[in-house]
């Protein structure tokens, strides 16, 4: 956060911008349910924050080294749940737990989280040198709530989130007033049929939508391949993941004098000329090595003793690089470059050891340097912070893809934020704290960057519905950086990124301030979608708490009214509609201009929207027909009303199924 | 069969205001499933009574397939959970 809002065009020096022109979201108050908050962190200083929103029911709990006295006029509250996880682990000792039984945060994955949307100035923040700038939120005089719903379990050597804890949670959130809910938590894919509407969790947060909450959810980490996207209910805002424009370069200089830029967040001493070596078998003898970074431990201790080793992986977590890391050390040896495909996800070696990862391309250059010489040599140094071009921006490799498996009519993801890298607070317990604060990765760290965002919008826009503002930040994303480049997606192989990876694209903050049309939801739409999804009339009859019956045939996805249109069976032609309401001069003339996707015929009537004072809302037909003679792919394209001033841009994928329900392997 | 695991009992929307009205109504529920009001309280782990109507409560595989067939039941599904993203 110490570079992430300059680069999406927040920069608290501007004096007229969405985060001054809102006062920084206060009065708006952000919901996190995640594993607690460490409130004495400096990121939730209350410092020029003014009173409580009358509004405010909620409360701070006390529990374990947790008094109520702990909030203050930022954290405004503070609760936790534990009763599921407790019933669902009868073993679990809470006196013996390290966790703390209380909304006090173990882990630090909801400090982080809270830090990122709502966190106060903290000036002259770094990790170790890296990264260093004022730290914030992205409303940084919005209120926090922490609703700790997730707990740290010794057996389980991680953190696991009980539904019935995380329903209780959504339910005191409503009660209490939150106007935004962050959830940076995802379920298991792959989704099945239990997961959407009766997905407690979709169908708590469809209640929380329903009063007005707009909830945004972390799309999940299992990409780069297709249809992994989760959190999916289309009255939910699910987030996708790029990188910033900021890299940590790590000079690697060979002995042939040629300089090779890694990737590192080391902070240690310059490792000098060093002997550097990759394992292989060069003298033919009965003795093992091996290169591969997951088996450096079957060379010979004295193959990497006093030496950096060179090591490569096909693997694309970090446990390959710890691992190589502690073979090295463990054979004595001084240093680690990991050549391997780009992850982003590259936490520092422990004890600060020197490892550097590169990519295969630079992995083969430094060996082609160590097999042309007797006596290969390497300096390593320092990484440094490199912010802004040429530094590009990408969907990182771990976010979720869309399709939405569920139902791949509605677009998920719907937006990116930046989640890799993000420095921002953390409990002193986290293993990668440092001074209070650690850089992590995830669509849990793009999720409250949307969320901050959602906050001054609100601020902005009180009355507008939840819908409104998913369409406001949909119709306005980049599609390039902010600086026009084009966005790649990081998949097997780098490729240009479509709607799939990004939904609108990334969130542009002051566009989206005044997106001057809306694509809007309301009850009505979404009873349209459950209706179009085949759940019976009781069942919607008790989620709306209205009588409800489905039209006979039942309604098309196709014309739930979404800031994306996503067709993904196309046989020969189909029309569907949407509305657009103005938000913008009340006098107003759009006219719609097309990019259609490839080998596809998009009309649209009228061609031309008149607002007036009378005519708020306006609705048009889109027909959409094939050309291809095959079952394709997705092809994209885009569909943009503007009246030169405002481009309100919603994304058209369209697959064409010449075969409907057919796969094949060709 | 016997062993009692969490679910999750969905009603949908509120039919009541009053949070305490909702809560005693589920317990009322659960209680007439269960026997006693002393077994629902022991089984009772959430009332959701603000946003929504709905408990979560330990019960065995067939108690949950029995409550899940009365009308005001939206369905009824095991718990489960979620990860950090």
């Known amino acids: 956060t110490t570079r992430t809002w300059e680069y999406l065009g927040l920069s608290s020096a501007n004096p007229k911008n969405l985060l001054n022109d809102t006062n920084m979201g206060d009065q708006v108050i952000i919901g996190v349910i995640d594993t607690g908050v460490w409130p004495e962190s400096e990121s939730f200083n209350d410092n020029g924050v003014g009173p409580i929103p009358r509004k405010w029911k909620g409360g701070c709990e006390s529990g374990e080294n947790f008094r109520s006295t702990d909030c203050n006029r930022k954290l405004i509250g503070a609760k936790y749940f534990i009763n599921g996880f407790l019933a669902e682990n009868k073993g679990f000792n809470t006196t013996e737990s390290r966790d703390y039984i209380s909304a006090r945060d173990f882990d630090g994955h909801g ?17 170790k040198g890296l990264a260093g700038g004022t730290l914030r939120g992205g409303a940084p005089r919005a209120r926090i709530a922490m609703y700790k719903a997730c707990w740290f379990h010794e057996e389980l050597k991680g953190v696991t989130c009980s539904d019935s804890d995380i329903m209780k949670a959504i339910d005191e959130a409503i009660h209490d007033g939150v106007d935004v809910l962050s959830i940076s938590l995802v379920g298991q894919i792959p989704l099945n049929s239990e997961t959407d509407i009766r997905d407690e969790f ?120 710890s691992r190589a890391a502690s073979f090295v050390k463990a054979a004595g040896g001084l240093g680690l470059i990991i050549s391997r495909n780009p992850v982003y996800t590259l936490s520092p070696c422990n004890d600060d050891f020197p490892c550097v990862a590169v990519d295969y391309e630079l992995g083969t250059d430094i060996l082609s340097y160590i097999r042309s010489t007797r006596s290969p040599v390497v300096k390593i140094q320092r990484s440094r912070t490199l912010s802004g071009q040429p530094v590009g921006t990408k969907v990182v490799n771990f976010s979720s893809r869309g399709p939405n498996s569920m139902s791949p009519a509605i677009l998920k993801p719907d937006i990116a934020a930046p989640g890799v890298r993000i420095l921002a607070a953390t409990s002193p317990n986290d293993t990668l704290n440092v001074g209070g604060f650690a850089m992590l990765s995830g669509t849990s760290m793009a999720t409250p960057v949307i969320s901050g965002v959602i906050a001054l919008l609100k601020a902005l826009h009180p009355e507008w519905s939840p819908a409104a503002f998913r369409s406001a930040i949909v119709t306005t994303a980049w599609r390039t950086d902010p600086f026009g480049e084009q966005i790649f997606a990081e998949g097997s192989s780098r490729k240009v990124s479509d709607p799939f990876d990004y939904g609108g694209g990334i969130v542009n903050p002051e566009k989206a301030a005044e997106p001057g049309l809306i694509y809007d939801m309301g009850p009505q739409d979404y009873i349209l979608y459950l209706c179009s999804a085949g759940y019976n009339d009781s069942s919607i009859s008790q989620l709306v708490g209205q009588i409800t019956v489905c039209s006979n045939p039942k309604p098309s996805v196709l014309d739930v009214n979404l800031p994306s249109i996503t067709i993904p069976n196309l046989k020969d032609e189909v029309t569907l509609t949407r509305t657009v309401t103005n938000v913008g001069l009340v006098d107003s003339v759009y006219k719609v201009s097309v990019e259609p996707p490839l080998g596809v015929r998009v009309v649209v009537t009228p061609e031309t929207l008149v607002f007036n004072s009378k005519t708020i809302s306006v609705s048009f037909t889109v027909r959409v027909s094939t050309t291809h003679k095959i079952n394709t792919g997705y092809y994209f394209g885009s569909l943009t009303w503007t009246d030169s001033v405002h481009n309100v841009v919603i994304p058209l994928s369209v697959r064409t199924q010449i075969l409907q329900n057919y796969y094949d392997e060709n | 069969e016997t062993e009692s695991k969490v679910h999750i009992v969905y009603l949908g929307e509120k039919k009541h205001h009053d949070p305490e009205f909702v809560t005693e109504s589920h317990h009322q529920m659960l209680a007439s499933l269960l026997g006693s009001k002393k077994d629902a309280d022991d089984s009772m782990v959430y009332s959701y009574r603000h946003g929504f109507s709905g408990f979560a409560a330990k019960l065995t595989k067939s108690q949950a397939k029995k409550i899940a067939d009365l009308p005001e039941v939206v369905h009824v599904i095991p718990d489960g959970f979620h990860e950090l993203a």
């Open chain 1, 111 to 127: 400090t982080h989280v809270a830090s990122i949307a709502g966190g106060s100035f903290v000036p002259n923040v770094s990790y």
């Open chain 1, 202 to 321: 979709a169908t708590g947060l469809f209640h929380a939508v329903a009063k007005g909450i707009v909830v945004v959810c972390a799309g999940g980490n299992d990409g780069p391949a297709a249809q992994t996207v989760v959190n999916i209910a289309p009255w939910i805002l699910t987030v996708a993941a790029t990188t910033l424009d900021r890299s940590f370069p790590t000079p690697i200089t060979l002995g042939n004098n040629k300089v090779i830029l890694g990737q590192a967040t080391y902070t240690g001493p310059e490792l000098g000329l060093t002997s550097l070596v990759y394992p292989e078998n060069a003298r033919n003898n009965n003795e093992t090595f091996s290169g591969v970074c997951e088996s450096l431990n079957l060379n010979p201790n004295y193959t990497m003793a006093m030496k950096v080793v060179l090591c490569f992986t096909a693997s694309r977590t970090n446990a390959a690089i």
